[in-house]
């Protein structure tokens, strides 16, 4: 007799549950759920809103976790909330998702595809887009929940549920935990994210042990001159050549500052100055995205930074009270780190669930992510996020053939295969919560 049928045999005499069989019910119950979240999804993807102004995407997450018995705090640091549910004396388990859209105009033909307009941190009308995601975050925060109050017999311990604003921005984590979040609700025993990828098939589950995801460090350049009519370029400082040999010399941050065996970034992203073609501007305005892992690589590239743009301008004649003025932003976001010994364990759990072939172990990318602040309070407390794959599956063969290329994640194509996606991930993120929490 095969062992899955003496397990069953057993089970049926004894009135207990087999491992195979609990596995079995939870993607029953997520493939019965689905009407309820393809639902709630459309909705999620049609109206993104954006960093700091996620009001209206906060109190829909809010209104699904009082319906399901948790307490629920909201406007907690910024638009974020909080839910609790008690289940007995057991382990507290944190789960997060982000509530953030970003300011893209959709362009993936679906026809749930947004559509809404709002003001970005600069007071322009935008479109706005789930470009990265979160509508799926969400959706599977909420059928993970879903699955977890339906199995309450099966497990004790405390779920703090947290929904967090400003992803995208780096603000959200910090504003949560300046506000209290480990002191004012149950400290977590572990946290857990999941985030999606561009470029895994549907249904298949990434996990990266240590770190996972860059420091990132927004800046900005103002490069000062002294404008005038483009015909006389002899009577002015022009910026706009200076700013281009600053953008020049920032690359050799990277190839001669840095140990080759050290990951850095130094991107330029945008760079602006000027109204017309023969006015030479009084100045131009660069902005960077740095990323790197260490402290010690991220403050010699900030310094690199500095003194670069400041001694270009010294030798454009610029005078000392005009050096560039360089502006690192509060949206620094630190290293996200994934507990080897957590992330050993859930892969471990994913291959038992649903097959090697469909758990990747991945490497470290140059993405950021501010769920890492969570895992790095004192003291720190082991934390984890996998990755989920999105790719319709006959778009992914194809990719590997070349024959396609697949939208990145910020891209106003991406648009994920939503039912093997969101049902992969309420299960993975279920059987990972229940794997944590005491068994009843």
Known sequence: MHLSRTIALI???????????????????????????EKLYQHLHKNPELSFQESETAKYIAREMKSLGFEVVENFGGHGLVAVLKNGSGPTIMLRTDLDGLPIKENTGLSYASQRVAQDRDGKNTFTMHACGHDVHMTV???????????????????????????ERSGGAKAMLKQGLFEKFPRPDYNLALHVSSNLKAGTLGIVKGFAMANVDSVDILVHGEGGHGAYPNNTKDPIVLASQIVQALQTIVSREISPLEPAVV?????????????I?????LQLTLRSYSKEVRETTISAIKRITANLARAAGISEDKLPTVTVLDENTPAAFNNPVLASRIEKL??????????????PEMVGEDFGRYGQVEPKIPSLMFRLGTV??????QSLLGQVRLPTLHSAKFAPD?????????RAMTEAALELLDKK
Do not use: C
């Not at 004894?14 to 195979?20: A, E, K, M, N, T």
């Not at 199995?151 to 311990?157: A, F, S």
């Not at 939503?418 to 309420?426: A, E, M």
């Open 392 to 397: 319709e599956k006959n778009r992914y063969e």
């Open 418 to 426: 939503p039912k093997p996606t969101i049902s992969k991930g309420v």
């Open 350 to 363: 994913f291959v038992e669930k649903f097959g090697q072939n469909n758990v990747l172990e991945l490497g």
């Open 11 to 37: 089970s049926i005499i004894f009135g207990i549950s087999s491992p195979l069989q609990a596995n079995n019910s939870v993607q029953k119950a997520v493939e019965n759920d689905w009407p309820y979240l």
């Open 141 to 167: 925060f909420t059928g993970t929940a879903r699955r977890l109050v339906e199995l309450k017999q099966r497990w004790k311990g405390t779920l703090v549920m947290i929904g967090q604003p400003a992803e």
């Open 281 to 285: 501007p009084n100045q131009v305005k």
């Open 267 to 279: 991107t330029v992203g945008s760079i602006h100055g000027g109204s017309q073609h023969n006015i």
